[in-house]
């Protein structure tokens, strides 16, 4: 099917038809990867399929992840085969099959720190990683795990520090553009026929008598309300789970805690490696993960009872990972080398456990009142499985005759033809007249979508220059961004299409002001609008170094929270 563009236009029609008066079969609430796996799921089986998301897509969770896609070595400790073995299926249909532009290999040091038992404790735990892997019949083409001896290790990351470690274990992951990844399994459902619209709120739910029918929504580009109509509406809101079921006035099965993680982003030079590097800390992991021309660092794990929207990271978090790594570097880290900090929420089912980090992984679907569905819990990873078992309970509900889920063979926009279109970048780099480089980067962006923008940029040759101050996307990204990924303000551009807020140590102030030129024509901005966009991203900029400076979340939170929220 030909790619649909996620466009003002588009945007614009699906609204019309949620407000039609129409029933749809499903309405999904929640546009971060696990509702926009909904919306998917329940479209490909057939299903009149609505989604309304009420900020950006991915703006919550699902663009501040660890960027990895994986079994969760750690819950092999907790003796959770069944989550591993589950992750690791669909961390090889991701590689291999789902979005393999989007979603790679990555090969990461277990540095070994003790003598004896650690080199067979690690070796036990990562044979049963692998084999659990290899077990279902797609590891993705991953290799397994090797032993290295002390000189074998600093060879590959000299950056070790050599009396800190007796050796170490590599093993393969996979890591994930999560914001890139979340909206393209919007544009995939919305080209399936799902009507999806981002800036739009539920700001309330319909019943007759016990049952839900559907959702009071309010489209924040324009102000106005209206009715959808749907007879299963599915509660995927994440950490806002609760917030949305006491706006039904159902108190819910179950309760979800959110688990505030942090990480780091610095130069890929400031840490010599080959290698991506994990690390063990008192309470959890910590992972170096590599990420174009930077690492990502991180995370924490600590519980957070503040604003949802705009978690903030705090001077003591941020201690906190440079502490850590410093221990195994030989070059120390400060707060001078970070060029972005990001903070996300881990949506986790409430337990007995006070610690957020013991608290389950699982997901939980539930029928709380007819008419309404709740998924929750889980990890990244996971999500097309948490998004079928949601559909599969809208289906049971449903009666008739629901196909089964077909989305472990429904690949993203941009994948089919991915390996073949990479096999040509040198080709392609030629017809363009861009350097190779460019177009290798364009195309774990963008997939086979990549000859989109080079459209753009054989219409317009001025659209093939580098986005000034955020040099590693072009300006026919930018343009793309708004005609075809659903970007409606300049944070989406620069937060979630690209990563310029978090890859530029003015945290994206400089291209600010260009991009929203860039954009301007395509979502009708005059100068003015121009003006307060620019404003408003200076202005979440400032407030956010503002809270890193701060020592605990309540002062963080609320020097965070100076920045006020863009209207829609």
């Known amino acids: 099917m030909n790619p649909r563009p996620l466009s003002p236009e588009t945007r614009a029609a699906a609204i019309e038809r949620l407000a039609s008066g129409e029933e749809l079969d499903v309405l999904v609430v929640g546009g971060g990867v696990v509702g926009t796996g909904c919306a998917l799921d329940a479209v490909t089986r057939g299903l009149t399929t609505g989604l309304v998301e009420a900020r950006d897509f991915a703006s919550g969770t699902s663009s501040r992840s660890s960027k990895l896609v994986h079994g969760g070595l750690r819950y092999l400790e907790m003796l959770d085969f069944r989550l591993v073995h589950e992750a690791l299926i669909e961390r090889g249909l991701l590689l291999t099959r789902l979005a393999p532009h989007l979603v790679r290999p990555v090969p990461f040091l277990y540095p070994l720190t003790h003598l004896g038992w650690e080199r067979g404790y690690v070796e036990a735990g990562l044979t049963l990683y692998d084999g659990l892997a290899r077990s279902t019949g797609n590891d993705g083409g991953l290799p397994w795990h090797k032993h290295l001896s002390r000189r074998a290790t600093l060879r590959i990351a000299p950056a070790l520090k050599k009396s800190e470690l007796i050796g170490a274990v590599q093993y393969y992951d996979a890591k994930v553009d999560d914001a890139r990844h979340t909206m393209e399994v919007a544009r995939t459902a919305a080209t399936y026929g799902a009507h999806v619209a981002s800036r739009v709120a539920a700001v309330g739910f319909l019943r007759q008598g016990e049952r839900v029918t559907g959702i009071r929504a309010l489209d924040k580009l324009t102000g106005g309300e209206f009715d959808v109509h749907a007879r299963q509406v599915v509660n995927a809101t994440g950490v806002w789970t609760d917030d949305t079921q006491a706006m039904v006035g159902e108190r819910g099965q179950f309760h979800v805690r959110a688990s505030k993680g942090i990480h780091l982003v610095v130069p890929r030079d400031r840490i010599h490696s080959r290698s991506g590097i994990i690390l063990r800390t008192e309470k959890s992991v910590l992972f170096v993960i590599p990420w174009g021309r930077h690492w990502i660092i991180g995370t924490t794990d600590t519980q957070w009872d503040l604003d949802k929207a705009h978690p903030a990271a705090t001077s003591a978090d941020i201690e906190y990972l440079l502490d850590h790594v410093n221990k195994f570097l030989t070059t120390r880290l400060t707060q001078a080398d970070v060029e972005g900090v990001y903070a996300g929420l881990r949506p986790l089912l409430a337990g007995e456990s006070e610690q957020t980090s013991k608290l389950s992984r699982e997901h939980v679907v539930a029928h709380p009142t007819p008419g309404l569905i709740v998924v929750a819990g889980g990890k990244y990873t996971t999500y097309r499985i948490m998004a079928r078992d949601a559909i599969d309970e809208a289906a049971r509900t449903l009666g008739g005759s629901v196909p089964e889920s077909t989305t472990q063979d429904i690949p993203m926009v941009g994948a089919v033809g991915y390996h073949a279109m990479w096999n040509r970048r040198a080709a392609l780099a030629e017809e363009s007249g861009l350097h190779v480089e460019r177009i290798e980067k364009m195309l774990m962006r963008h997939g086979i979508l990549t000859t989109e923008i080079l459209d753009l940029i054989a219409a317009d040759p ?107």
């Open 462 to 568: 001025s659209l093939g220059e580098p986005l000034p101050c955020g040099e590693d996307y072009l300006r026919a990204e930018i343009v793309y961004a708004a005609s075809h990924e659903g970007a409606l303000h300049l944070d989406d551009v620069l937060a979630r299409r690209t990563r310029v807020s978090i890859e530029t140590f003015d945290r994206g102030i400089g291209a600010s002001r260009p991009a929203a030129e860039i954009v301007a024509p395509i979502l009708g901005w005059d100068a003015a609008t121009i003006d307060n966009e620019v404003e408003h991203y200076r202005q979440r900029v400032e407030a956010e170094r503002t809270s890193q400076t701060m020592p605990d979340d309540e002062s963080a939170d609320r020097a965070r929270l100076r920045a006020p929220d863009i209207n829609g």
